[in-house]
Nanobody, 121 residues
Framework: QVQLVESGGGLVQAGGSLRLSCAAS????????MGWYRQVPGNQRELVAA???????NYADSVKGRATISRDGAKNTVYLQMNSLKPEDTAVYYC???????????????WGQGTQVTVSS
């Protein structure tokens, strides 16, 4: 059983910062990709930032220069540091991981339960 547990969301004023954490736990053989998405009600879930399978990083244009994704491989954890927050960053942020729970199991996509980030103007 694999779980992605997010933390760090909340209410922050525009211009402020926050740091989200996501820890993957359970039976994990390898993590191929891991990152953050966000969703506003009525909209599609969109990429915020992620580590890809080759170890590079992808950022949404809307957060470039304001967001930094990092990871601790030993803890199977990724972090998202967001600065200069804007009201339009308000969304539910979801952790995502493409991983293998065992060597004989295909890569599977997992999602966290989501954490609300609200940026007040």
């Amino acid at each position: 059983q694999v779980q992605l547990v997010e933390s760090g969301g909340g209410l922050v004023q525009a211009g402020g910062s926050l740091r989200l954490s996501c820890a993957a736990s359970g039976s994990i053989f390898s993590i191929n990709a891991m990152g953050w998405y966000r969703q506003v009600p009525g909209n599609q879930r969109e990429l915020v930032a992620a580590f890809t399978s080759d170890g590079s990083t992808n950022y949404a244009d809307s957060v470039k220069g304001r967001a930094t994704i990092s990871r601790d491989g030993a803890k199977n954890t990724v972090y998202l540091q967001m600065n200069s927050l804007k009201p339009e960053d308000t969304a539910v942020y979801y952790c995502n991981a493409d991983l293998q729970s065992s060597w004989y199991v295909p890569t599977t996509t997992y999602w966290g339960q989501g954490t609300q980030v609200t940026v007040s103007s």
